[in-house]
């Protein structure tokens, strides 16, 4: 279309210039105009193609307005990390910087001089972390046990009441690694509201531990010795070992399985008490609280005279305090 309008003012022009008197400033008139002419044909040919590229920016414009300015609405969603995982693991850490109060029972039977003696204990064993510095923690751990038994001691009927309290007290670094560790003091207080449930002595001595933990597993182990320094109404002065050894997995879930041992050797009687413990934990929320709900055996690998045998349950309840820096 663009060629023949053109040659059609070709002709056109040609006859008017070959027949007609035409001075020459009207020719050039008539040229010019000949030009704008094939110009205007030439932008009215070119006008749909320029008319279809505006509707497709004008459409693409509008397909830019109806998507949602927040990109989380078209990209997959970042869950935002649990705490979960991260409090059940600090949980597994006997020294972290995490406030706790777990409440811990235990029951062991086959006690007492004719094998048919049982203790209940309810340890009531609160961890309260203080940073002291920049690059130190002080982490107070207390074990508190309150205690029922029967034909335990020999004696008929039962013995009910707290027993002697152990205090720990650790100096820890802030630092994690290489590994984590604490060292310090641990106390025994002759809290005992029975002669038969504790050592009627107060003792003292060295407490350590060390652990590592990564990829999901906590390893270590907690040690400390305790003489005893004063009292004991003629008893044997306290001289004994603990030694706690531990393994712990825990996943993204919350869910925690540990296996240890809270070994404890008498130097006085040259005998070891040895449980091992398998346990499977869970970290629960009531509200915002968090918590964590345990359970699992409390198995004898050897006792002493009268010490208990067999398996027994252990189950515990702790809640969760996390520190706000």
Not at 162 to 180: A, H, M, R
Not at 205 to 232: C, D, E, F, M, R
Not at 260 to 271: F, P
Request: net charge positive.
């Amino acid at each position: 279309m663009k060629r023949f309008a053109t040659k059609v003012l070709f002709v056109v022009s040609l006859t008017a210039t070959t027949f007609l008197p035409i001075s020459g400033q009207t020719l050039e008139k008539m040229q010019t105009g000949t030009a704008q002419l094939a110009q205007l044909q030439t932008t009215k040919l070119t006008e749909p193609d320029s008319i279809a590229t505006k509707k497709e920016k004008k459409a693409k414009r509008k397909d830019k307005a109806k998507l949602p300015l927040d990109k989380s609405a078209v990209e997959p969603k970042q869950t935002k990390p649990d705490d979960t995982q991260e409090l059940a693991k600090q949980l597994a850490n006997p020294i972290s910087s995490l406030i706790s109060v777990p409440t811990q029972i235990n029951y062991d039977h086959g006690m007492g001089p004719n094998g048919d003696g049982s203790r209940l204990t309810i340890n009531i064993q609160p961890v309260v972390p203080f940073s002291i510095s920049e690059k130190w923690n002080l982490i107070s751990r207390t074990i508190l046990p309150i205690i029922h038994q029967e034909k335990v001691t020999g004696l008929t009927g039962s013995q009910t009441g707290i027993g002697d309290i152990v205090q720990s007290i650790f100096f820890s670094p802030k630092k994690t690694t290489p590994f984590i560790w604490g060292a310090g003091p641990v106390l025994l207080v002759p809290t005992a509201s029975n002669d038969h449930i504790g050592a009627k002595q107060f003792g003292i001595g060295p407490t350590l531990v060390v652990l590592k933990q990564q990829s999901g597993w906590t390893y270590g182990a907690l040690y400390n010795h305790i003489w005893g320094i004063a009292g004991g109404s003629g008893r044997p002065k306290v001289n004994s070992d603990f030694i706690q050894p531990f393994l712990a997995y825990g996943t993204k879930s919350g869910w925690t399985f540990t296996i240890n041992t809270e070994s404890t050797y008498d130097w006085n009687v040259r005998k070891w008490s040895v449980p091992i413990h398998l346990t499977a934990s869970k970290l629960i929320r009531v509200g915002k609280q968090p918590i964590s709900l345990q359970g699992g055996l409390r198995c004898w690998a050897t006792s002493p005279d009268g010490g208990p045998q067999g398996c027994g349950p252990r189950i515990a309840v702790a809640f969760l305090f996390p520190v706000k820096n």
